[in-house]
């Protein structure tokens, strides 16, 4: 296990596979706004993934995951945010579409999500939101 100091990165991004275009879009915004990030572009192997993933989630300060109603579907999302869960790791949810309080899973209740709509104006807003909750003081979170 990696201790805060030897942390690679600012964020771990985690999302469905079907969510890619979002993933990819944030990433870079997020690279834009000087934070690093772990970001699976697909070069994995099957075998490798897991464990690669597994690390990515060890070695970054935050967990951010792109919540939509693909991913409460992906079993793979799921064990990442269990990982990141039994790390301790700040969760942060996004939502890029209205998910009904009934479809989130009961165990994500108390992970607070930003939401983020494709009114560009409204994206703004959020990404702001998300960059000043990364930004705030980690050990006065925990």
């Known amino acids: 296990m990696y201790k805060q100091a030897e942390l690679d990165y600012d964020i771990f991004l985690a999302f ?7 993933a990819r879009y944030l990433n870079e915004e997020l690279i834009l706004h000087a934070k690093t990030t772990w970001f699976e572009h697909n070069f994995l192997s099957p075998k490798e993934f897991r464990e690669e993933v597994f690390r990515g989630v060890e070695q970054s300060k935050n967990f951010v ?8 579907k992906d079993l793979e ?3 990442q945010i269990g990982h990141a869960r039994k790390l301790k790791k700040r969760i ?3 939502t890029f579409e209205e998910i009904l309080d009934e479809d ?6 108390t992970l607070a999500p930003v ?3 494709s009114n ?12 000043r909750v990364l930004d705030v003081d980690r050990e006065h979170v925990q």
């Open 16 to 22: 469905s596979a079907a969510d890619y275009d979002y």
């Open 65 to 72: 995951c792109i919540l939509t109603k693909n991913g409460l």
């Open 92 to 94: 942060v949810l996004l």
């Open 104 to 109: 989130f899973p009961s165990d994500y209740t």
């Open 120 to 131: 560009f104006s409204n994206y703004r807003y959020s990404f702001s939101e998300l960059i």
């Open 115 to 117: 939401h983020f709509t």
């Open 77 to 79: 999302l799921r064990a």
